[in-house]
């Protein structure tokens, strides 16, 4: 199925560093919505998006949805041992979820 | 948000066998959406179920294979049927709230 280009694949960080990964589409999405997932465990909703060129926060996370509405971005800011995971991006356009590729980010002590 | 229990966890199944994943959630919902996490990548969905009316399969994904049942609002069945070694993923069960999709903790399949 249809998949949405998510970078980075991976990313290699120190504790405190702030992190930005972002999703794009060739395709509209009416929602954006961005997963964490943690190993042995179903991705967990982080933050979601419904409106062109909004920006949303939710705690040190912040995220925006593009306003072509082709794509989104997802910052962590001063990242932390727990933040450590798989990011996936989602958009919605109508019933169905198309998933991004997923970034996987790692905290290098 | 919408509370997803799956069962089981975990199993590892022979190859030719079938397993059967339940997916109850606490609230009652029109429809849910199976899909597959194959290691290391994304998830990719498998098929819709609607209470009442057979499920909608995604291109790739047959009835034959990952039969579904939905026999009431809260509770749906996969079964991965004459399974084989690459039919090793986690299964994953999900529901929308308004517009955002919720998610099981997810079913992880190994077949030997």
């Known amino acids: 199925g249809q998949q949405l280009n998510q970078s980075p694949q991976s990313m290699f960080i120190q504790e405190g560093e702030d992190v930005s990964m972002n999703c794009t589409s060739s395709s509209i999405f009416n929602t954006w919505l961005w997963y964490k997932q943690d190993p042995g465990e179903g991705p967990v909703l982080l933050i979601a998006l419904y409106k062109a060129g909004e920006l949303t926060s939710n705690g040190r996370l912040t995220a925006q949805f593009g306003i072509t509405r082709k794509d989104s971005f997802l910052n962590i800011s001063a990242s932390i041992p727990s933040d450590v995971g798989i990011y996936f991006c989602a958009g919605r356009g109508n019933e169905k979820l198309t998933f991004g590729t997923g970034t996987r980010l790692t905290i290098i002590p | 948000s919408a509370v997803i229990s799956q069962k089981p966890s975990r199993d590892i199944c022979q190859r030719g066998t079938s397993l059967t994943i339940q997916c109850q959630v606490d609230?009652?919902?029109?429809?849910m959406f199976w899909y597959r996490q194959q290691p290391g990548q994304s998830l990719t969905l498998i098929a819709t179920?609607?209470?009442?009316?057979?499920?909608?399969?995604e291109s790739g994904f047959v009835i034959d294979k990952f039969p579904i049942s939905r026999p009431n609002l809260t509770f749906s069945t996969l079964t991965v049927s004459n399974m084989s070694p690459e039919d090793s993923s986690i299964y994953l069960c999900?529901?929308?709230?308004?517009?955002?999709?919720?998610f099981g903790q997810g079913t992880r399949l190994t077949v030997v």
């Open positions: 179920a609607n209470q009442g009316s057979e499920a909608t399969y």
């Open positions: 609230s009652q919902v029109t429809m």
């Open positions: 999900s529901v929308y709230q308004v517009t955002e999709a919720f």
